[in-house]
T-cell receptor, first 112, second 114 residues
């Protein structure tokens, strides 16, 4: 079945890099996504990667995809206190292109 | 662009009462999703629609929950009767079924059932 797993918590200092990891089970996923949820708000798309890519960079964000190991990571360079939030990875899975399977979310805490 | 609009933003009700949550998707989006988020269970997909038709309602907890999408710009999620364990944040999201399929989330409705 579909299952997307993430570590629950990550704590870093301001200015350091953060790496949030995700493992997924469905190798047929077409796209993989990273969403950010700030307190009291809905999920906001940060970035996505097509399954035939290994890496995607978008300003301070770098997404790495290892299809062999079904491992996805999000690196945030020069992490700021405003990056403190919950980060969700998601995959399209095999149940249909529209339905996303979300991970449990990783709570990132950035301390000054 | 207004984004996904949900109402009410907060709802406090008593056990046994009917609760109706509302959602207006982004104009031009043809897929709509209802999610529930709790600390214990995380983010759960309840139901989703494509072109106003329910496609997958396997996540709907039980018969007390129902969802409708009478037209492309409006959907409701109804709980009748409500129970304390229904307390959660309910999100609506919409997307285009073509292309990347990015889902855009509303701000959520925080429901508390006493």
């Amino acid at each position: 079945g579909e299952d997307v797993e993430q570590s629950l918590f990550l704590s870093v200092r301001e200015g350091d890099s953060s790496v949030i990891n995700c493992t997924y089970t469905d190798s047929s996923s077409t796209y993989l996504y990273w969403y950010k949820q700030e307190p009291g708000a809905g999920l906001q798309l940060l970035t996505y990667i097509f399954s035939n890519m290994d890496m995607k960079q978008d300003q301070r964000l770098t997404v790495l995809l290892n299809k062999k190991d079904k491992h996805l990571s999000l690196r945030i360079a020069d992490t700021q206190t405003g990056d403190s939030a919950i980060y969700f990875c998601a995959e399209t899975g095999n149940t249909g292109f529209q339905k996303l399977v979300f991970g449990t979310g990783t709570r990132l805490l950035v301390s000054p | 662009d207004a984004g996904v609009i949900q109402s009410p933003r907060h709802e406090v009700t008593e056990m046994g009462q009917e609760v109706t949550l509302r959602c207006k998707p982004i104009s031009g989006h043809n897929s709509l999703f209802w999610y529930r988020q709790t600390m214990m269970r995380g983010l759960e997909l309840l139901i989703y629609f494509n072109n106003n038709v329910p496609i997958d309602d396997s996540g709907m907890p039980e018969d007390r929950f129902s969802a409708k999408m009478p037209n492309a710009s409006f959907s409701t999620l109804k709980i009748q009767p409500s129970e304390p364990r229904d307390s959660a944040v309910y999100f609506c999201a919409s997307s285009k079924s073509e292309g990347v399929g990015t889902q855009y989330f509303g701000p959520g409705t925080r429901l508390l059932v006493l």
